[in-house]
């Protein structure tokens, strides 16, 4: 049994009282959260609730202003070197060396995590080939539409094969076949007991995907569990509604309409 102010090296993730403030602004506001392991973990929230901070703190990638954060036992601000080899990351738009060619974006990725360069090459051509960005060849990323730098990007957070996959809304601009085949992929991960993250705005996905979930609202907790302890037996779209309660009046701008004469 841990004490629950204690990281809990059980987890996959474990995050205690985080904190991260940006000026007088508080974006997350005490979080603490256990993911555990093997787990298909959604997390979902308005925009603007804290996800991206969150999840940003609990890889690596900004700095918090308190708390602490643990991959699998490992802390990431005290032992960053070891935690960042056991997570496979899919930032939300963060800069990336976009005027290579994804092949080469993939294989860079694979090399800086200390792959040998034959495994790399191997590793590349299956990731592609998987996503459907075969056919890409020497384009660079930049030039890529939205959905393919999505793609891209999930094949660098997969290349060195992580145990925490931590993805910040990997279907956004995806189509609906590679969306399918990254969702068998993931599923057959955590099978193999891998433990996937993901924030998601999409409800009805993450009711179908994940096993738990966690809702967060204006840098706070709302409510965290499995799915059915969260949706506690309603729709989970409704059960959001509840916890987040924001639907707004004023749908109806009154000089938006199209001009008849
Ligand atoms: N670098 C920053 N400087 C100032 N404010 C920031 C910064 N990064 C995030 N914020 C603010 O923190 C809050 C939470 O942002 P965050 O991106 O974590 O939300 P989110 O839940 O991921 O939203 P979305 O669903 O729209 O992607 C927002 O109000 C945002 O403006």
Redesign the pocket.
Known sequence: MHNTTDLNPQAALSMRNLVRV??D?V?CRDISLDIPRGSFYGIV??????????LSMATGMLQPTAGQVSVLGVNVWQDSEKAKALLGVLP?GVFTFDRLSGPDLVTYTGLLHGLPANLVRERTADLLNALGLEDAGDKLVLDYSAGMRKKILLACALVHSPSVLVLD?PFESVDPISAATIKEMLHSFCQKGGTVIL?S?VMDTVQKICTHVAV?DH?VVKAAGTLSEVAQGQDLDTRFEELVGRHREGGDIAWLAPSLD
């Open positions: 940006f000026g602004f974006a929230g308005p925009n603007g609730a804290g996800k991206t901070t969150m939300d809304e924030s705005h967060i840098g």
